[in-house]
């Protein structure tokens, strides 16, 4: 029988995970700044899959919550449920699933939320789930303008509650911090909502007969005062509330909730 190679040997050594010393001697040899013997690490692979492993994944039950709130969404949208149309304008508590699917899931549950609440908003335009009179005009001057105007401050503010629900988290309670997310919610939508208004609008004949020479900041503030109340109130109280029965039933992740655990 033929004794095994040196190189065969060396080989299955360093494989092993033992230093050669004929291999230790030429990488300290090349070396120099290194005094660690040259080795390849035992279980390099398995290091990266238990990194893997570790990373934030949404469970079943989370993703099921952002569905369901999605569901709701569309349901509120499609319904008298989600809009209390007065005049012009719409009490929305369509801002509350956004704030529970920010809880959730982040600005990632929150951004999908805001998203399908702004697609809502504009199908509103066209009449798709009830007619908004402002939405109607908006789209008669400008349909890019008037889909920009609806969706984007409604994405913005899925992203920032959930920023703001992390934020609150590491110095309050989960009800506190539902409840403060919940308020956001709403006067976020309203500020996008009245700023892209007057941003993208601000202009046009029909605007300017609504602000009638006013100060802009107090043509924001009247024409939305009531609306604005009614759906900050009611976003507090029930995204609170549910919010804190979603962290009971451990459907919000560590991520989420991790600094403050008492309820």
Excluded: H
């Amino acid at each position: 029988m033929q004794p095994t190679p040196f190189w065969i040997k060396s080989f299955l050594s360093v494989k092993k995970g033992k230093c050669n010393p004929f291999i230790r001697k030429r990488a300290n040899t090349l070396t120099a700044r290194s005094s660690a013997p040259y080795c390849i690490p035992v279980g390099g692979n398995d290091n990266k899959e238990e990194k893997m492993k570790t990373k934030k994944k949404f469970t079943t039950s989370q993703l099921t919550v952002l569905g369901l709130m999605s569901g709701v969404l569309l349901l509120m949208a499609y319904t008298p449920l989600g809009y209390l149309n007065i005049g012009p304008l719409a009490i929305s508590f369509n801002v509350i699933p956004v704030a529970v699917s920010a809880v959730v899931l982040g600005p990632a549950g929150g951004a999908v939320a805001g998203a399908i609440f702004g697609l809502t908003s504009f199908g509103q335009c066209i009449g798709i789930g009830g007619t908004s009179a402002m939405g109607a005009v908006l789209f008669g001057i400008s349909p890019v303008l008037a889909f920009l105007q609806r969706f984007i401050p409604r994405l913005l503010m899925g992203v920032c509650v959930g920023y703001i629900f992390r934020a609150v988290r590491k110095k309050a309670n989960i009800y506190v911090s539902c409840a403060v997310t919940g308020f956001f919610s709403a006067f976020l939508n309203t500020v996008f909502f009245m700023t892209a208004l007057v941003g993208l609008f601000g202009n046009t004949e029909y605007i300017r007969e609504l602000i009638g020479g006013q100060n802009v900041l107090l043509f924001c503030c009247a024409f939305v005062g009531i609306n604005a109340v009614c759906e900050m109130a009611a976003s507090t109280m029930i995204t609170g509330a549910v919010g804190t029965a979603l962290s009971r039933a451990r459907l919000i992740p560590a991520s989420q909730i991790a600094v403050k655990q008492s309820i």
